[in-house]
């Protein structure tokens, strides 16, 4: 199994829909957690840090569930400019961050 | 800029020639993290630098790959005897302190080996 799990989809959304990823990770000791969204061509770019009581910036939720191993992201009224790859991102202290494949996003007009 | 820097942006070379990418980092940033990105695929780490200490190189994929790190700042991957199956985008981030923290990456490297 690998250690950070994802949907490579594509997910294909109209704009103002609700879409939402999930992440899972296989080792119980992961301490921190992050998305990361990736534009074609580009280097990955923070998008937000998850941390255990969820948290929320705009249109976006994360929330991360020790007990099943899984982080999400939720993402309300869809933009255009959403579409990205977004990419999860796990850490064990001071191990390398481990980062997941992606979960390709496509929000159509 | 105030962002991590890399050099060139693209590299084209033939196969068997050795090849150096550049990486600045965010000024003050203790840690530095090389990883490579084929089309279409998730970001493979190659190699981690911290402060002074030795560097994590568990993720280079044979020892035609090395790096270096001067002065705790600049860092050099080192190619050697390019293979066509090296063509990748290779990233390098740099964080404040470790692995628990944002990185902040720069805009790679496109290195194409025909």
């Known amino acids: 199994r690998k250690e950070v799990e994802q949907d490579p989809g594509p997910f294909n959304v109209p704009e103002g829909a609700t879409v939402a990823f999930n992440c899972t990770y296989s080792?119980?000791?992961?301490?921190?957690f992050f998305w990361y969204r990736q534009d074609c061509r580009k280097e990955p770019k923070l998008l937000m840090s998850?941390?255990?009581s969820g948290n929320e910036d705009g249109r976006f939720t994360a929330q991360l569930n020790r007990a099943s191993q899984y982080i999400s992201l939720l993402i309300r009224d869809s933009k255009l400019s959403d579409s990205a790859t977004y990419l999860c991102?796990?850490?064990?202290?001071?191990?390398?961050?481990?980062f997941g494949r992606g979960t390709s996003l496509i929000v159509h007009p | 800029g105030a962002g991590v820097s890399q050099s060139p942006s693209n590299k084209v070379t033939e196969k068997g020639k050795d090849v150096e990418l550049r990486c600045d980092p965010i000024?003050?940033?203790?840690?530095l993290y090389w990883y490579r990105q084929s089309l279409g695929q998730g970001l493979e780490f190659l190699i981690y630098?911290?402060?002074?200490?030795?560097?994590?190189k568990s993720g280079l994929p044979s020892d035609r790959f090395s790096a270096e790190r001067t002065g705790g700042s600049v860092s050099t991957l080192t190619i050697q005897r390019t293979q066509q199956e090296d063509s990748a985008v290779y990233l390098c981030a740099s964080s404040l302190l470790g692995p628990n923290e944002k990185l902040f990456f720069g805009s790679g490297t496109q290195l194409s080996v025909l």
């Open positions: 000024s003050g940033h203790t840690a």
């Open positions: 991102v796990v850490n064990r202290g001071s191990y390398i961050p481990t």
């Open positions: 630098f911290q402060g002074n200490s030795a560097p994590d």
């Open positions: 998850v941390y255990s």
């Open positions: 080792n119980s000791a992961s301490q921190s």
